[in-house]
């Protein structure tokens, strides 16, 4: 089995692609071990010292790493990864809740939240994917459109020029209802 890493814009975020899938259209975000009972797989990345979080994709995982190096951290997720795949045991034994849970909008706002969650899933989903990441759409309440960061978009440096110079610019131009993007802790 040959795991391919990539960086991402996160510098405390590495992203491990095991060459299949992981968790396919579903995504899930463990912060801590105490998160990742539901997930072999986290559960085995967070038995290595200085794993802080883990973020299962499509067909990645997104390691963060507290206050160890990557030289040194690197060789034990790949080593971990390796022996989830190779044990033959699930990513996740039990489903993430589902999503939508939460959120929030005006029900006269509903066609205007409809095009905002197309957009999010076929423009930016997808790219934000690529960098080991997730967002979901929160909320919308007067013009504001609240979304949740997750894997390595969550304590991103550029995550603010992500949301204000890319995901606005985008809803604004096809949503006009849009006036602004705000991020939610989860």
Same mark, same amino acid.
């Given at each position: 089995?040959?795991?391919?890493?990539?960086?991402?814009?996160?510098?405390?975020?590495?992203?491990?692609?095991? &060459?299949?899938?992981?968790?396919?259209? +579903?995504?899930?975000?463990?912060?801590?071990? %105490?998160?990742? &009972?539901? %997930?072999?797989?986290?559960?085995?990345?967070?038995?290595?010292?200085?794993?802080?979080?883990?973020?299962? &994709?499509?067909?990645?995982?997104?390691?963060? #790493?507290?206050?160890?190096?990557?030289?040194?951290?690197?060789?034990?997720?790949?080593?971990?990864?390796?022996?989830?795949?190779?044990?033959?045991?699930?990513?996740?034994? !039990?489903?993430?809740?589902?999503?939508?849970?939460?959120?929030?909008?005006?029900?006269? +706002?509903?066609?205007?939240?409809?095009?905002?969650?197309?957009?999010?899933?076929?423009?930016? #989903?997808?790219?934000?994917?690529?960098?080991?990441?997730?967002?979901?759409?929160?909320?919308?309440?007067?013009?504001?459109?609240?979304?949740?960061?997750?894997?390595?978009?969550? &304590?991103?440096? %550029? %995550?603010?020029?992500?949301? !204000?110079?890319?995901?606005?610019?985008?809803?604004?131009?096809?949503?006009?209802?849009?006036?602004?993007?705000?991020?939610?802790?989860?």
């Amino acid at each position: 089995m040959f795991i391919q890493t990539e960086t991402t814009p996160n510098p405390a975020s590495l992203k491990f692609l095991p &060459g299949r899938v992981v968790l396919g259209p +579903d995504t899930a975000e463990f912060r801590d071990a %105490s998160e990742a &009972g539901a %997930s072999p797989l986290a559960t085995r990345l967070f038995a290595v010292p200085g794993v802080a979080g883990v973020f299962l &994709g499509d067909d990645f995982v997104t390691v963060t #790493r507290g206050d160890v190096e990557w030289q040194h951290l690197k060789p034990a997720v790949l080593g971990a990864i390796m022996e989830h795949f190779l044990s033959g045991m699930p990513a996740m034994e !039990k489903p993430q809740e589902a999503g939508g849970e939460g959120e929030f909008f005006a029900e006269e +706002d509903a066609d205007t939240v409809a095009a905002i969650k197309e957009l999010i899933e076929t423009r930016v #989903r997808p790219a934000v994917a690529q960098d080991g990441g997730d967002i979901t759409f929160q909320g919308f309440r007067d013009g504001v459109v609240f979304l949740n960061m997750r894997g390595s978009c969550a &304590g991103c440096p %550029s %995550s603010t020029a992500t949301l !204000k110079h890319g995901i606005e610019n985008l809803l604004r131009h096809f949503v006009p209802e849009v006036q602004e993007i705000q991020a939610v802790p989860l």
